[in-house]
């Protein structure tokens, strides 16, 4: 093992992985700031950010494994390789290892390029992105491989351009917006937005099946130059077929996996207030955030006050609307993350939701346009959203609202505060009965 070790090292110190390492610490360090370095304070999102340029990664790695594979023919090492005694597949295991610690190493350098603002911030949500980052060097390691393999039965000298471009190629459209790519991928990778991006029962699958391929492709990369006839067929057939049989069940269950989200942990760490006011909740990882979410849920839990089924505190939601407690207004949603962080591009900073409160689609099944069952569009959204504005801004309906429901904006114009808090507490009731008919009996409350 040690003798093993130190021709890794060696390796190490050869042209094709030093070349790597500098190539994945300034392409790495380079896609990541060209996000306009949007991601504040948060590692998690700085891990989204290296997710998604796995695609591009993983490509590059199968172009440097040819030219890696190929290495030893255009130099002819592997007929002296091949007289020695030593097994094939652990001289090339250990090229084909220094080649992605040296990619590898120089992901973690192009990432701390981006990583040291966070630092110097005091960051959050450091786990998740652990987590991708862990899963990036089973890919690396799987593609690398692939183009090992490659090298070694090809001499083509564009053999390593030409395997990139097609590898990517067949990751980026073939595959794109696939639940396969939690395989073909790994890292967690599910596609989609940040909220429904990480899946670590697909991230623990998919690197075992990355390593069970890498092993294969190693096994076949390693066969002899120039086999017996029929040898190398035979060698193929049992490697693809160990390797089929053994991945079958762990493609089938990462694939099933990726119609699932980030796990939620049934009883999350909190940092709450404790004082004597309204309690306001936010998970603990996000309490440097608790002060202005305090101040602003107070302000709104202020201004539901005399509505009935009003909140009296504020706190994270259960992703299960059956499990959300009634009485507490969402301290997550609209402009913020999931991970609890102001999404400053949209606006003001805001730490509640006072439309997740209200609206249906936080206590009902919903179609994919997000609506419940028999309403077509304009029973709910119009009447929660009076009701959200007034409630968090005191506005009276915006310009989509007036233009288009403008018999509803002027009878709640014309009401009392009275009234407005009659209609919006059966509003909010109606939602919880899923009833969009009771939605639009609330109008009876504007005309008393």
Same mark, same amino acid.
């Given at each position: 093992?040690?003798?093993?070790?130190?021709?890794?090292?060696?390796?190490?110190?050869?042209?094709?992985?030093?070349?790597?390492?500098?190539?994945?610490?300034?392409?790495?360090?380079?896609?990541?700031?060209?996000?306009?370095?949007?991601?504040?304070?948060?590692?998690?999102?700085?891990?989204?950010?290296?997710?998604?340029?796995?695609?591009?990664?993983?490509?590059?790695?199968?172009?440097?494994?040819?030219?890696?594979?190929?290495?030893?023919?255009?130099?002819?090492?592997?007929?002296?390789?091949?007289?020695?005694?030593?097994?094939?597949?652990?001289?090339?295991?250990?090229?084909?290892? &220094?080649?992605?610690?040296?990619?590898?190493?120089?992901?973690?350098?192009?990432?701390?390029?981006?990583?040291?603002?966070?630092?110097?911030?005091?960051?959050?949500?450091?786990?998740?992105?652990?987590?991708?980052?862990?899963?990036?060097?089973?890919?690396?390691?799987?593609?690398?491989?692939?183009?090992?393999?490659?090298?070694?039965?090809?001499?083509?000298?564009?053999? &390593?351009?030409?395997?990139?471009?097609?590898?990517?190629?067949?990751?980026?459209?073939?595959?794109?917006?696939?639940?396969?790519?939690?395989?073909?991928?790994?890292?967690?990778?599910?596609?989609?937005?940040?909220?429904? &991006?990480?899946?670590?029962?697909?991230?623990?699958?998919?690197?075992? #099946?990355?390593?069970?391929?890498?092993?294969?492709?190693?096994?076949?990369?390693?066969?002899?130059?120039?086999?017996?006839?029929?040898?190398?067929?035979?060698?193929?057939?049992?490697?693809?077929?160990?390797?089929?049989?053994?991945?079958?069940?762990?493609?089938?269950?990462?694939?099933?996996?990726?119609?699932?989200?980030?796990?939620?942990?049934?009883?999350?760490?909190?940092?709450?207030?404790?004082?004597?006011?309204?309690?306001?909740?936010?998970?603990?990882?996000?309490?440097?955030?608790?002060?202005?979410?305090?101040?602003?849920?107070?302000?709104?839990?202020?201004?539901?006050?005399?509505?009935?089924?009003?909140?009296?505190?504020?706190?994270?939601?259960?992703?299960?609307?059956?499990?959300?407690?009634?009485?507490?207004?969402?301290?997550?949603?609209?402009?913020?993350?999931?991970?609890?962080?102001?999404?400053?591009?949209?606006?003001?900073? &805001?730490?509640?939701?006072?439309? #997740?409160?209200?609206?249906?689609?936080?206590?009902?099944?919903?179609?994919?346009?997000?609506?419940?069952?028999?309403?077509?569009?304009?029973?709910?959204?119009?009447?929660?959203?009076?009701?959200? #504005?007034?409630?968090?801004?005191?506005?009276?309906?915006?310009?989509?609202?007036?233009?288009?429901?403008?018999?509803?904006?002027?009878?709640?114009?014309?009401?009392?505060?009275?009234?407005?808090?009659?209609?919006?507490?059966?509003?909010?009731?109606?939602?919880?009965?899923?009833?969009?008919?009771?939605?639009?009996?609330?109008?009876?409350?504007?005309?008393?």
């Amino acid at each position: 093992m040690t003798g093993w070790i130190r021709t890794v090292l060696r390796e190490l110190r050869r042209g094709t992985p030093l070349f790597a390492f500098v190539l994945f610490a300034v392409l790495v360090g380079v896609l990541l700031w060209s996000h306009s370095a949007y991601w504040g304070t948060r590692w998690n999102q700085l891990g989204v950010h290296l997710r998604d340029n796995f695609i591009l990664l993983a490509p590059l790695a199968v172009a440097l494994g040819v030219w890696q594979g190929g290495r030893s023919r255009r130099s002819g090492v592997g007929e002296l390789h091949d007289s020695t005694r030593r097994s094939a597949l652990i001289r090339h295991s250990s090229e084909v290892v &220094a080649l992605t610690v040296a990619a590898y190493a120089g992901a973690l350098v192009g990432l701390a390029s981006a990583g040291w603002t966070i630092l110097v911030t005091g960051g959050y949500g450091l786990s998740i992105a652990l987590l991708y980052v862990a899963g990036l060097l089973p890919a690396l390691l799987s593609y690398s491989a692939l183009g090992f393999l490659i090298g070694r039965w090809l001499s083509w000298r564009v053999a &390593a351009p030409v395997a990139g471009v097609v590898s990517y190629l067949v990751l980026g459209f073939v595959l794109w917006n696939d639940d396969k790519r939690a395989v073909t991928l790994g890292g967690g990778w599910l596609g989609g937005t940040e909220i429904f &991006a990480f899946d670590l029962d697909g991230l623990m699958l998919s690197s075992l #099946g990355l390593l069970i391929v890498a092993i294969g492709l190693l096994a076949l990369g390693s066969a002899e130059r120039r086999p017996a006839a029929g040898s190398a067929w035979l060698t193929a057939g049992v490697v693809g077929a160990v390797s089929t049989i053994l991945l079958f069940p762990v493609t089938v269950a990462a694939v099933e996996s990726g119609s699932t989200d980030y796990p939620e942990d049934p009883d999350p760490d909190l940092a709450c207030t404790a004082d004597d006011g309204p309690r306001v909740c936010l998970l603990a990882e996000h309490r440097h955030l608790l002060d202005e979410a305090t101040t602003q849920a107070r302000e709104v839990l202020t201004r539901f006050e005399g509505i009935d089924g009003a909140p009296t505190r504020a706190g994270p939601p259960r992703r299960d609307p059956a499990s959300r407690p009634s009485d507490m207004l969402p301290t997550t949603g609209g402009d913020v993350t999931p991970w609890g962080d102001p999404d400053e591009r949209w606006g003001p900073q &805001a730490y509640v939701n006072v439309w #997740g409160f209200i609206s249906p689609t936080s206590y009902c099944h919903t179609d994919e346009g997000g609506l419940v069952a028999g309403d077509p569009g304009d029973m709910f959204d119009p009447r929660v959203e009076l009701v959200a #504005g007034w409630v968090e801004q005191g506005n009276i309906g915006g310009q989509w609202l007036r233009e288009s429901f403008p018999k509803l904006a002027g009878l709640f114009t014309d009401a009392t505060d009275a009234q407005r808090r009659d209609f919006a507490g059966r509003v909010i009731a109606a939602s919880r009965a899923c009833d969009p008919t009771a939605a639009v009996a609330a109008d009876n409350a504007l005309r008393k």
